[in-house]
């Protein structure tokens, strides 16, 4: 019978230097996939270290063995000779583990707002603002007519027309809504299909972004001449995330956002994010690390370029007055007395304004009813935020206003964006059918939401529900915000349209980009008296250009002389 082999014990410092190297490769593993900042004020900094204390101690466990020689032991003796063995190995290890355990235990208490009331109502400088002087009454231009789940499938949609990409990329439906040029964009990166689309594609990167204008909802692709090569499709070192841990291993970030600047160079934007109150609390922004999307070069900026407007997320700076006005009596009214306790509703939406990005969202009281108190605008780069004293109804009463009207179509209600319509806070809201198209427009009154006005276009739903301000004397219809201009008739064309007659003309000295302005028979019935060469002056209501701007007055000051009244002037 063949003698079985005893195993020679491990020596301590063998076993130590196996259990140091198996923790090692574990630690890199977990920190190249979970990538967590190396900084005390980061949970994950704490998950890590003790995940590398207890594998370390783990193997130590695993490698002991029990001496080889003839004494018998009792179980006794073999436990306490055991853990001797351990204690000598260990002991640095399991201190490092409660040293871990307790500072983070701590760092949450210390953190906690029932001990800091007053440093977090501090996160966010407010300022009462006056609503009709501070919100401009916006063009037509400058609304944005969709919402992101819709600025999404149109990007999509995009992305399904072009068949040199469509097998090889997709849409990523990770869109920032940015001012690109002066006007309000969604963009996105295109991504790759799958893994092996990656694996044949990356040499050149991705060779293309999509921007969806929120005004004419309008997609294009924007092709590049050298592709994304940072982006969160990458599943290795260009990863965005594991490029910026990599660069900066100390750095608290939020969530890069996509970026163009003016010249439509890609980037992205990586918020430094850093805890103002105790070891955990209090988080806030401090400045960005801009990332070329193209060669991956790193830069932080303090304050960053005018051209970037996504530092700030809304989350944050909902949150932030959520203890601002939460904890206005410090936090024991927070829970018990509420007295003058406000809060922020539930969602929010974007307004351009400025050649900045604001964020929307309404106040209300600590009861949460169908009311509001005002509003928050919030600049998305700088922080500056002001609440505007407007008491009236929720965006979600206003959304339930709105569907009400077009009930029999089934249009679904989007977040809505607060306009100021001849002096008055106003719920612009576009209805989108089951598709995500938007197929109709709904203002409603803030004050009294039984006020509601729809309309197929922006301007025909502004001037029915100027008209029903009027009506209800809230305002008169001159307020509204109209341009004219004065010129001679270069060219007129007319169509039929539900039955009326619609002509749109153009004015000497207008180019096709200018658009036309258009007026139908019934609202002036003598449009077909016009002729080319006539003068006119036409007040009208700015739209984003396109096929016209519609007119609502129209008047003749002088005739064409006899050479363009004898002309064919309705030219097809």
């Known amino acids: 019978m063949k003698e079985k082999k005893t195993r020679k014990p491990m020596g301590r410092a063998g076993s130590l230097l196996v259990s140091l190297l198996i923790t090692a490769v574990v630690g890199f593993v977990y920190f190249y996939v979970s990538l967590p900042a190396l900084n005390f004020q980061s949970g994950d900094f704490y998950s890590f270290l003790l995940l590398l204390c207890v594998v370390y101690t783990v193997c130590v466990f695993a490698l002991s063995v029990k001496p080889v020689d003839n004494v018998v032991r009792t179980p006794k003796e073999k436990l306490k000779n055991w853990f001797q063995f351990v204690k000598r190995s260990c002991l640095p290890v399991v201190i490092l583990f409660a040293v871990a355990v307790v500072v983070a235990v701590v760092g949450q208490i210390i953190s906690m707002p029932i001990f800091r009331a007053a440093a977090y109502r501090e996160l966010l400088t407010v300022q009462t603002g006056d609503f009709a002087t501070d919100i401009a009454e916006i063009s037509f231009n400058e609304i944005p007519t969709l919402d992101r789940d819709s600025a999404n499938f149109l990007g999509d949609r995009q992305m399904g027309t072009l068949s040199d990409m469509v097998s090889q990329f997709e849409y990523s439906n990770d869109s920032t809504q940015i001012n690109y040029q002066g006007r309000p964009v969604r963009v996105a990166p295109i991504a790759y299909a799958d893994l092996i689309k990656w694996f044949t594609n990356r040499a050149n990167g991705l060779p293309a972004y999509v921007v969806v204008d929120m005004v004419t909802q309008e997609a294009t692709v924007t092709r590049l001449t050298e592709g994304i090569k940072y982006s969160f499709s990458e599943p290795l070192n260009r990863n965005i995330m594991r490029h910026l841990r990599f660069r ?325």
């Open 248 to 572: 900066y291993p100390t750095m608290m970030f939020s969530t890069p956002e996509f970026e163009i600047d003016e010249s439509g160079h890609p980037w992205w934007i990586a918020p430094r994010v850093v805890k103002r109150i105790g070891l955990f609390g209090g988080v806030d922004i401090q400045g960005a690390v801009l990332v070329d999307a193209v060669t991956g070069e790193c830069e932080y900026h303090e304050q960053v370029p005018n051209w970037v407007d996504t530092l700030y997320v809304p989350a944050l700076i909902m949150q932030q007055y959520d203890y601002y006005g939460t904890l206005i009596h410090g936090f024991i009214n927070s829970i018990l007395g509420q007295r003058d306790v406000t809060q922020t509703t539930s969602g929010y939406n974007y307004i351009a304004m400025n050649d900045d990005v604001y964020a929307y969202t309404g106040v209300t009281s600590a009861n949460a009813d169908q009311s509001n108190l005002g509003f928050l605008l919030c600049n998305m780069r700088t922080k500056e935020t002001h609440f505007y004293t407007a008491p009236g109804a929720t965006e979600e009463a206003a959304k339930r206003s709105a569907e009400g009207v077009v009930q029999d179509l089934g249009y679904i209600a989007t977040f809505p964006i607060l306009l100021n319509i001849a002096g008055e806070p106003t719920y612009f809201i576009p209805l989108k059918d089951a598709t995500n198209l938007v197929k109709t427009y709904a203002m409603v009154n803030v004050a009294q939401y039984q006020i509601v006005a729809t309309g197929d276009t922006v301007s025909s739903c502004e001037k029915k529900y100027i008209q029903m301000l009027s009506d209800k004397g809230l305002t008169t219809e001159e307020e509204m915000p109209y341009d004219q201009i004065t010129g001679t008739i270069m060219e007129i064309r007319s169509a039929v349209v539900n039955g009326t007659t619609n002509y749109y003309v153009r004015l000497e000295g207008d180019t096709a980009e200018d658009g036309y302005y258009g007026f139908s028979a019934d609202e002036t019935p003598w449009a077909i008296l016009l002729n080319v060469g006539d003068k006119v002056k036409i007040s009208y209501y700015p739209t984003a250009g396109g096929i016209c701007q519609p007119a609502f007055e129209v008047e003749r000051l002088k005739a064409a002389p006899a050479p363009y009244a004898t002309a064919a002037t309705f030219p097809n």
